[in-house]
């Protein structure tokens, strides 16, 4: 084997590497969000209908949502929904089950039913819920749109959570130098508004990114000086 395909396999493995390290970085961000949860305090806390009788299927879906049965506690949101369409509540939390068995479809559907009764004040949550949704789907147009949203709408204590969404979906989508400067530009502004305890989050999205970055940067050199190559050996050849 000469230099030059010694050279072109040593690129591919290195673009192979480049390859591996993004959808390493896609699959953690996922599966630390795989499980999305109400926060404390959160409108499915605070949304209800007491005109209603739905104290038990509720209760029963939390019990299995919180046991991981998400398809048994689908099954008691929906039955809420039956006797109340705009129970905005049992939508919400039947959309974060759906999540979590990733049908992304259906849980964005409950999202925006949900969002459509919802008061002002709450909205930035659902919002960023479907952010959620868009980035598992790898339509990191769609979830950079929902996260802006929520982050005009959303309490200074939780903007650190969007820009760091932000961050990521630039991470994932955009390899360019722009790309890379906007994953920056998110993570700093997440660090702002981070409470310290969580500032580890950003810190380690942060190692990731750079981690990649360099990948590339070492990937592209090689590619280059590849083709530089490959263009001498064919001059090479023609002149003799």
Not at 15 to 31: E, T
Not at 42 to 66: A, L
Not at 73 to 84: G, M
């Amino acid at each position: 084997m000469d230099l030059a395909n010694i050279l072109i396999a040593f690129g591919m493995f290195c673009m192979i590497l480049l390859i591996k390290g993004l959808n390493s970085s896609k699959n953690k961000k996922i599966s630390n969000d795989k499980t999305i949860t109400a926060s404390e305090n959160s409108k499915t806390n605070i949304y209800e209908n007491s005109h209603i009788n739905i104290n038990f299927p509720y209760e029963e879906g939390k019990k299995y949502e919180n046991e991981g049965n998400y398809e048994k506690a689908v099954v008691f949101y929906t039955e809420i929904l039956k006797k109340d369409f705009n129970n905005i509540d049992a939508w919400v939390r039947k959309g974060i089950c759906l999540y979590n068995l990733r049908k992304f479809k259906l849980s964005i559907e409950c999202f925006e039913k949900a969002l459509k009764e919802c008061p002002e004040d709450k909205k930035w949550e659902i919002l960023d819920y479907l952010g959620f949704c868009y980035y598992s789907k790898e339509d990191y147009d769609k979830a950079i749109e929902y996260y802006n949203k929520a982050l005009k709408l959303c309490p200074d204590k939780e903007k650190w959570r969007a820009y760091g969404s932000l961050g990521d979906c630039y991470k994932n989508k955009d390899l360019s130098s722009h790309g890379y400067d906007m994953v920056v530009e998110y993570y700093n502004k997440a660090l702002d508004y981070c409470p310290d305890k969580e500032k580890w989050r950003i810190y380690k999205s942060l190692g990731e990114y750079y981690k990649l970055k360099q990948r590339r940067i070492i990937s592209e050199n090689i590619v280059e000086y590849i083709s530089k190559k490959w263009a001498s050996n064919e001059n090479y050849s023609k002149a003799v």
